[in-house]
């Protein structure tokens, strides 16, 4: 390289250097605006102050059941200011992400909204998901005990007309964008892409177990039987009450949890009679199933009506979708204990959908028999209710 070239290098170098374009800000004027602009200024601070009702409808609780999620979730969601700019205060990282779950908006509407960048808004609602998670998990998904057990199997009794039932365990599918490179693994039956969602529910439309994350193309009975409930089950370390003897008879029957025509028949869930042609005994054994069956379709539908992220496929990554989901899990028990539930949420389910079971398996004749003994239970004159026979 001869002067000549060497003075044209260093020129062009020079010039291109000159008119490189220089950043024009460190934050976007639109974010810049958040401490005066944004709805945790604008919008949050006065439904607090001078309105619980719609600051009710805006994060789906009220302000005490708030101030108590936040006193335990603060701390591990402080961060540090530093030089360049003010931390985001864990307060506002909160009202962010229960809006966020709260609306099904969109991560770039939180941009516009909050006035944070669309990938903050990203961090903010995956940290406090798993936050909450980690955090009230064991406060919120507790370990039945005995007396539980015992308990929840009379509350049963008493508003569903069903003995020895422990719990109503049942599947959904939670729609989602198809991730990259996953084949067909999250393709389900209904031609769309999703997650699994497997929930035991008790009489109080509460959340006693949750299993998230499973393909789309599995059905209810696979899922269950690769949860850890189920292991729990047939290791016996659930301690489920030893069989007891029904009300008024003294046939004694093992408790057991009860599910829809997707999971199989076994000595712990029970599961309707299939067919069309059935007689009266089974028709009315169906009926009764399905009254101690609805509580978990009602907690599904309390669940996805007041978290309306629901209503939409997330367009997220998969692990942040089992992160949202187990979240809101856990808000649902917290908001259902503090501040209850409104009856019309429970009467329908949006945006879950049911699985379907495509496996073939023998019924077991040692389960069957017990689901027999139930049958002839419920049509006898100590087992039932004046009004089934007109419900079949």
Same mark, same amino acid.
């Given at each position: ?15 291109? #250097? ?16 958040? /401490? ?6 604008? $919008?949050? =601070?006065?439904?607090?102050? =001078? ?18 999620? #936040?006193?335990?979730? &603060? ?14 205060? *864990? ?25 944070? %960048? ?21 406060? /919120? ?31 959904k599918h939670v729609r989602i964008?198809?991730? $990259?490179?996953? *084949? ?11 997650? *699994? ?16 994350g499973s393909y789309g193309k ?19 370390? $659930? ?24 999971? %199989?028949?076994?000595?712990? $869930? ?22 101690? =069956? ?6 599904? *539908? ?25 979240? /809101? /899990? ?21 945006? #879950? ?11 077991? &004749? ?16 100590? %087992? ?5 026979? %007109?419900?079949?």
């Amino acid at each position: 390289m001869d002067a000549v070239q060497v003075f044209v290098f260093a020129a062009t170098g020079y010039l291109y #250097l000159k008119n490189k374009r220089k950043r024009r800000s460190w934050v976007h004027p639109i974010n810049a605006a958040r /401490c005066t602009h944004g709805h945790f200024v604008t $919008l949050y =601070r006065p439904l607090r102050e =001078r309105d619980p009702t719609k600051f009710f409808n805006y994060l789906r609780m009220s302000i005490p059941s708030f101030d108590e999620l #936040l006193s335990k979730v &603060r701390e591990p969601l402080m961060k540090r200011d530093t030089n360049m700019r003010d931390a985001i205060p *864990g307060e506002e990282m909160l009202v962010i992400t229960l809006r966020y779950l709260a609306s099904g908006c969109s991560l770039q509407d939180l941009h516009y909204n909050f006035r944070v %960048g669309r990938s903050t808004a990203g961090e903010i609602v995956r940290k406090v998901c798993q936050t909450i998670w980690d955090t009230m998990r064991e406060e /919120c998904l507790t370990t039945p005990t005995d007396e539980a057990w015992a308990q929840n199997a009379a509350t049963f009794l008493e508003r569903a007309n069903f003995p020895n039932c422990l719990r109503a365990v049942d599947g959904k599918h939670v729609r989602i964008v198809k991730p $990259l490179q996953s *084949g067909s693994l999250y393709h389900n039956y209904k031609h769309y892409f999703s997650i *699994g969602l497997l929930a035991v529910a008790d009489a109080n439309y509460n959340f006693v177990c949750v299993d998230v994350g499973s393909y789309g193309k599995d059905s209810d009975s696979t899922l269950f039987r690769n949860s850890t409930l189920w292991n729990a089950i047939e290791s016996g370390t $659930l301690h489920i009450p030893r069989p007891a003897p029904l009300p008024g008879r003294g046939v004694a029957v093992p408790y057991a949890f009860v599910g829809d025509e997707a999971f %199989g028949l076994s000595t712990h $869930l029970l599961r309707p009679y299939s067919g069309t042609h059935l007689t009266v005994k089974k028709r009315v054994f169906n009926y009764r199933l399905s009254r101690a =069956r609805r509580y978990v379709e009602c907690t599904f *539908g309390i669940l996805s009506n007041k978290w309306r992220i629901f209503h939409r496929p997330l367009d997220l990554h998969v692990d942040f979708c089992v992160d949202i989901v187990k979240c /809101c /899990c856990v808000l649902h028990n917290f908001v259902r204990a503090r501040d209850g539930f409104n009856f019309d949420d429970s009467l329908s389910v949006c945006g #879950l959908e049911e699985f379907i079971n495509d496996d073939v398996m023998p019924v077991n &004749r040692h389960s069957n028999r017990h689901r027999d003994a139930l049958a002839n239970y419920f049509t006898s004159e100590a %087992g039932q209710v004046p009004w089934q026979t %007109g419900s079949i």
